[in-house]
């Protein structure tokens, strides 16, 4: 069995910061790559950012510049620093692995950014 739980959501203020941590446990052989989408209320859940084992990254458009993932391979670990934030990145954001080369999903972490 496999888990990944998030952590690091919050509340904070437009132009603040968060950085949003995900970590897989559990009987792990392999995970390919590791990445972060997000919902916000009535919308369809989109993809924030990805990273691949060997390092390779990509992200939305929206994104780019004020995001940044990274992972930690010896602790199963991918990591999603956010900065600028806008109220338009209020969502709940969400881990999902490619672990032993099955999908894999947190439970979601809500981001609100609001003055």
């Known amino acids: 069995q496999v888990q990944l739980v998030e952590s690091g959501g919050g509340l904070v203020q437009p132009g603040g910061s968060l950085r949003l941590s995900c970590a897989a446990s559990?009987?792990?052989?392999?995970?390919?790559?590791m990445a972060w989408y997000r919902q916000a209320p009535g919308k369809q859940r989109e993809l924030v950012a990805a990273?691949?084992?060997?390092?390779?990254?990509n992200y939305a458009d929206s994104m780019k510049g004020r995001f940044t993932i990274s992972r930690d391979n010896a602790k199963n670990t991918a990591y999603l620093q956010m900065n600028s934030l806008k109220p338009e990145d209020t969502a709940a954001y969400y881990c999902?692995?490619?672990?032993?080369?099955?999908?894999?999903w947190g439970q979601g972490t809500q981001v609100t950014v609001s003055s």
């Open positions: 999902k692995g490619v672990v032993n080369g099955a999908d894999y």
């Open positions: 990273i691949t084992s060997g390092g390779r990254t």
């Open positions: 559990g009987s792990i052989f392999n995970i390919y790559a």
